[in-house]
């Protein structure tokens, strides 16, 4: 189908669902767009063009473990802390599809305690230690928001404990048409976490952190138990001076998913898919955590042109394509400074739970992290 058909397809959506999809930062040219680039060899657009290299040694710094270095760090962090410089940003627009296909945020990690409720309870815990409130940012989804705000109630305020949606499109058939579902409806999906930015400014939440002298925006995964507030790593990230640090892990027989490398000499994050192909992902011995501290105000003020991979799906027995963006493509517009941290042990930062198998297994990890 042309172009220009699903133009009209789309200019002849129900009232009620354009509302809904302008809310959420729909774009019908951007969809359009898309459209034309379908046909054979999407495998071949999603990968980076040019030089493509291994990160050096030298790429890749460490986070102060003892000494002057640590408390040196650690009196940065805290400091920023105590001013309130720093926010929290939570990626909670996931669905425990392995737990159930539940809201994953109301999972519990422990008795009586979900994924969200040890996110609120490190957020109390900041408060009483530094005298003030680091805001913690929910991004949610359209299915993930209700059942989060119901659960958070009264205790957001819309500012210091809110939650903002992240965008979503439609799906398209492959010949690029607009795809409907088996009811013959248009199937709307969320275009993924690289999101974040645009809908964080959105929000307002961004302007208003920082004319209330915010620096600093902490950015991770909601199931990964190990993206704790620590105040050296924030002093790091401070230290360095740069817009952007990413924390990193050593890679292990399994990990699918991004890491670093060096894309036309700069250094990048780059999920594994949109590797050349013949690069040897082996030759990257770190993988990206999805867990990063930024500059507020980079971030407010980033201009981009984000890229949209091209991804197929199957829903229910149809085949669909939706175009999504990934947050690690934030390091292309601001130079990150990477940082291995540890990934075993109390200390790990990287504990990601994904099915009750993971949870099983970290279940010592998230007494220990809860009780703290």
């Known amino acids: 189908?042309?172009?220009?058909?699903?133009?009209?397809?789309?200019?002849?959506?129900?009232?009620?669902?354009?509302?809904?999809?302008?809310?959420?930062?729909?774009?019908?040219?951007?969809?359009?767009?898309?459209?034309?680039?379908?046909?054979?060899?999407?495998e071949a657009r999603n990968r980076l063009a040019g030089r493509?290299?291994?990160?050096?040694?030298?790429?890749?710094?460490?986070?102060?473990?003892?000494?002057?270095?640590?408390?040196?760090?650690?009196?940065?962090?805290e400091a920023a802390l105590a001013r309130g410089e720093l926010a929290v940003c939570v990626l909670a627009g996931g669905m425990a599809t392995r737990m159930g296909g539940v809201v994953k945020a109301l999972v519990e990690v422990l008795p009586g305690r979900t994924f969200l409720d040890v996110r609120l309870g490190e957020r109390r815990a900041l408060a009483e230690r530094y005298g003030r409130e680091a805001p913690l940012w929910l991004?949610?989804?359209?299915?993930?928001?209700?059942?989060?705000?119901?659960?958070?109630?009264?205790?957001?305020?819309?500012?210091?404990?809110?939650?903002?949606?992240?965008?979503?499109?439609?799906?398209?058939?492959?010949?690029?048409?607009?795809?409907?579902?088996?009811?013959?409806?248009?199937?709307?999906y969320a275009t993924g976490h690289g999101d974040l930015p645009d809908a964080l400014c959105a929000s307002g939440l961004l302007a208003s952190f920082l004319a209330r002298g915010g620096r600093?925006?902490?950015?991770?995964?909601?199931?990964?138990?190990?993206?704790?507030?620590?105040?050296?790593?924030?002093?790091?990230?401070?230290?360095?001076?740069?817009?952007?640090t990413v924390e990193l892990v050593d890679k292990?027989?399994?990990?699918?998913?991004?890491?670093?490398?060096?894309?036309?000499?700069?250094?990048?994050?780059?999920?594994?898919f949109r590797l050349p192909v013949g690069f040897d992902p082996a030759s990257v011995p770190v993988f990206n955590t999805n867990t990063f501290l930024v500059s507020a105000a980079a971030l407010a003020a980033l201009v981009f042109e984000w890229t949209?991979?091209?991804?197929?799906?199957e829903v229910g027995e149809l085949e669909a394509v939706?175009?999504?963006?990934?947050?690690?493509?934030?390091?292309?517009?601001?130079?990150?400074?990477?940082l291995r941290?540890?990934?075993?042990?109390?200390?790990?930062?990287?504990?990601?739970?994904?099915?009750t198998r993971d949870l099983a297994a970290a279940a010592a990890f998230v007494e220990a992290a809860a009780a703290g």
Request: net charge negative; aromatic share 6%; proline share 9%.
């Open 139 to 188: 991004m949610t989804s359209e299915p993930t928001e209700p059942r989060i705000a119901e659960r958070l109630g009264g205790a957001r305020d819309g500012y210091a404990l809110a939650t903002f949606e992240q965008f979503v499109s439609l799906r398209l058939r492959p010949d690029g048409a607009l795809f409907r579902d088996a009811a013959g409806e248009p199937s709307v």
């Open 322 to 338: 939706q175009f999504e963006r990934l947050l690690g493509e934030l390091s292309v517009p601001l130079t990150p400074s990477f």
């Open 308 to 313: 949209y991979v091209e991804v197929h799906k």
């Open 1 to 42: 189908m042309p172009p220009t058909s699903l133009a009209a397809e789309l200019a002849a959506l129900p009232a009620a669902l354009s509302v809904r999809l302008a809310a959420r930062g729909f774009s019908a040219d951007k969809l359009v767009t898309w459209a034309h680039t379908l046909g054979p060899g999407s």
């Open 52 to 77: 493509v290299e291994p990160v050096a040694a030298s790429d890749v710094g460490s986070p102060p473990v003892a000494g002057e270095g640590l408390e040196r760090a650690r009196a940065v962090g």
């Open 252 to 272: 292990r027989a399994g990990d699918v998913g991004g890491g670093p490398v060096r894309h036309a000499g700069r250094p990048i994050v780059c999920e594994h």
């Open 341 to 355: 941290v540890p990934r075993d042990g109390a200390a790990s930062r990287f504990v990601p739970v994904k099915d």
């Open 216 to 244: 600093h925006v902490w950015i991770s995964n909601l199931d990964n138990l190990g993206a704790r507030v620590d105040p050296a790593i924030l002093g790091w990230h401070i230290g360095h001076g740069g817009p952007l």
